[in-house]
């Protein structure tokens, strides 16, 4: 479904890598444009560059949907780019102390150890 206002976040080849559709707050629509660009980031190979991305995302809007979101990104970042596997399991018990109601807990409770 196409909502009023949409705004999409492009990388440098025109690929769209973020959709943020219908209103919400100031705070939630940056964050999410901040992911955005992390996922342009993530998706073009610059995992370092996407890690620092999401965890400035999850440290400046903790508490907000996109933080979980970012955390769970940031660890998957770490592990493709320094192949750090020990970071999935990590985010999977923060996910559960912090966000235990969001859809990132969830997904990423297939590292749990």
Do not use: C, H
Not at 20 to 33: D, H, S, W
Not at 48 to 53: F, R, S
């Amino acid at each position: 479904m196409t909502w009023t206002p949409t705004v999409l976040v492009l990388d440098p080849t025109g690929t769209e890598r973020q959709r943020v559709e219908g209103y919400m707050p100031n705070r939630e629509f940056r964050a999410q444009l901040e992911i955005g660009l992390a996922r342009a980031a993530f998706k073009s190979g610059r995992f370092e560059d996407a890690e620092d991305l999401y965890g400035r995302v999850a440290a400046g809007y903790a508490g907000m949907p996109a933080a979980a979101e970012a955390l769970y990104w940031r660890a998957v970042s770490r592990y493709k780019g320094k192949g750090e596997g020990a970071a999935l399991g990590e985010v999977a018990a923060q996910l559960s102390r912090e966000y235990p109601n969001s859809e990132w807990a969830t997904k990423a409770t297939v590292w749990a150890q």
